[in-house]
């Protein structure tokens, strides 16, 4: 069983001009990523437009990019839809598929208490034979995953990860105080949270993140598991020399910025679909400067997949 380690990039879907997946632009990403050390990939996670997607679109993202990135780089894809049945149907057509894992959310606008939450996920989780990583984000689904819900999904074989995405660091330390050898945690890389620096420390297994769509090798350094003071020393470097890349990668609604300065390094990334707006043009060139600054365009730009 994959235990998700280290930099694990929520990857966006890309578009072309007429608002249809980019499958070519797909794997694209997928090099850009095998060529530059991110060590796996969440398909049709938050940052990858899901709930923009119909379902044809989803299975056909999974069947194709799946099949592509099979012996390149493991990947769990989001399958999370309204309804328990729902999503069992679509986490068994992505096992189909070949995915590595799953990554399942609480569903949006249903607000479930939490022992409704561990019955939902401990269904999924053995309607197949996969590892599945739970995502906590209750800023967009409305509901928090407990910790005390985590550490019970922990006891279930296929429950590997839990990706944390909320501003309590007590409960990472639940999690990893009573869990911490049964199930791998990772955080997200909002700054506003500011957990990757807590989650290493707390004996942490590294970040499911946005910002390795533009700076892979650096989130591959920094979301390394701490066992040398030199590793902390890595991460808090890096943190800090690319915390204000992180901030205005989160300046509008995920993943607007994150397309935006994926489409500034000349990488395939489009448009996000509606109502999702288009990146202000001046913050556009705010990030286009600072991504100039940080040497992130001269290092990852058009010519990064040729020069690798």
């Known amino acids: 069983m994959i235990r998700p380690t280290g930099s694990w990039v929520a990857l966006i879907t890309p578009f072309t001009a007429d608002n249809r997946i980019d499958f070519e632009g797909f794997k694209t990403l997928v090099d850009f990523h095998v060529a530059h050390g991110t060590g796996g990939l969440l398909l049709c996670g938050s940052t990858g437009e899901p709930t923009l997607l119909t379902m044809n679109e989803k299975q ?172 902390m020393q890595r991460t808090r470097h890096l943190y800090f020399k690319y915390l204000p890349l992180l901030k205005a990668l989160y300046s509008v609604s995920n993943p607007v910025p994150v397309k935006a300065a994926v489409g500034l390094l000349g990488l395939p990334a489009g448009r996000c679909r509606r109502p999702l707006p288009e990146m202000d043009p001046d913050k556009l060139e705010q990030l286009r400067r600072l991504m100039t600054e940080l040497g992130v365009i001269d290092k990852y730009g058009s010519r990064s997949l040729t020069d690798a």
């Open 60 to 231: 056909e993202i999974f069947d194709r990019v799946l099949a592509y990135t099979r012996g390149k780089v493991p990947v769990f894809v989001g399958t999370t839809c309204n309804t328990t049945a729902e999503t069992v149907a679509q986490s068994r057509y992505a096992e189909k598929a070949g995915a590595d894992g799953l990554l399942l959310v609480v569903p949006s606008y249903v607000r479930p208490p939490q022992d409704a939450l561990y019955e939902h996920f401990k269904t999924v989780a053995e309607a197949v034979g996969i590892p599945v990583a739970i995502y906590n984000n209750p800023t967009r689904v409305g509901v928090n995953i407990d910790a005390q819900t985590i550490i019970r999904l922990a006891e279930i074989p296929n429950v590997v990860a839990d990706k944390e995405a909320m501003p309590n660091i007590s409960q990472l330390d639940a999690i990893m105080r009573v869990a911490g050898d049964h199930i791998n945690l990772l955080c997200c890389d909002y700054p506003g949270y500011g957990l990757i620096l807590p989650t290493l420390a707390l004996g942490g297994h590294g970040t499911a993140n946005v910002s390795g769509n533009v700076i892979p090798e650096e989130m591959a350094a920094l979301s390394k598991p701490w066992q040398t003071i030199e590793d």
